[in-house]
Nanobody
């Protein structure tokens, strides 16, 4: 069974940084999603199990960086120059194959709040 546990969320002022971590039970293609109140969940960044980065949302390009350490089964999301509009619950999600479209495995989420 695939298990994902996020950590690293919190309250930060605009312009600050946070690093989210996702501890996985194995090595899987992984995405970071976020969902703000009243908005649909959106994919923020995605990375293959090999470490190849396949996606950044336009809203985070140049500010966020996804990475992974396969020796520790960890995936990270470094978030810099945070803006109030980045406030959301952030989820780590995984899938079985790079070629799958859907992410069937999800963590519980971690809250990120950016104050102005």
């Amino acid at each position: 069974q695939v298990q994902l546990v996020e950590s690293g969320g919190g309250l930060v002022q605009a312009g600050g940084s946070l690093r989210l971590s996702c501890a996985a039970s194995g090595r899987y293609p992984t995405g970071w999603f976020r969902q703000a109140p009243g908005k649909e969940r959106e994919l923020v960044a995605a990375i293959r199990w090999s470490g190849i980065i396949t996606y950044y949302a336009d809203a985070v390009k140049g500010r966020f960086a996804i990475s992974r350490d396969n020796t520790k089964n960890m995936v990270y999301l470094q978030m810099n120059s945070l803006k109030p509009e980045d406030t959301a619950v952030y989820y780590c999600a995984a899938k079985d194959s790079d070629f799958d479209k859907e992410y069937p495995y999800w963590g519980q989420g971690t809250q990120v709040t950016v104050s102005s």
